[in-house]
């Protein structure tokens, strides 16, 4: 994966490569959390910077520490460690710094800790063979396009809430995921441009 450009790694994993769009990881908090656009962007922040400072901890954890020891089999248990322990102290900075955004999160936010885009963040850097830079441009990109994702779909349930009516068929989960659908189908457009696989 060296011939990939920073550049290049950063605007697919947001775009093109989206980890919620594309490969459905982080499904549970976006689906949950995406009714109104505050707590979506609350939560969204959250993850943008979980998902960077765990994709540059966990490369250290593997490359320096797991790697070395051939003890590459735990990487699982570490990376989750690691963003639970990263997770833990997001919740403590947004409890003392919001007491509404704590509260509107509620068990959202610790349940960052199991939100698989994270670790799937982590685990597409060890297969895809990044570097450290690469690692940082791959989890801040991510984060960012879940952030982007999960905008979306809070501005389009938002109004959707407000005036228009639904098929009570459709009402809940139905619409909310064709919605996805077709945010996801907007994001493909950028696929002829660049693509990580």
Known sequence: MEELGIFVIFFASIFTSNILLTNFLGMCSYLSV?????????????????????????????????????????????????????VQLVEMIVDRVSDRLYAALGIFLPLITVNCAILGSSLFLVIRKYDLVQSLAFGFGSGLGWLLAIMALAGIRSKMARRSKVIPALEGPGIVLIITGIIALGFIGFSGMVQIN
Request: net charge neutral; glycine share 4%; charged share 10%.
């Open 34 to 86: 995406s009714r109104e656009l505050k707590t979506a962007w609350g939560l969204g922040i959250a993850v943008v910077f979980v998902m960077t400072v765990t994709s540059v901890a966990n490369y250290f954890v593997y490359y320096h520490l797991l790697v070395p020891l051939n003890l590459e089999y735990l990487q699982y248990i570490a990376f989750i460690v690691v963003i639970a322990a990263l």
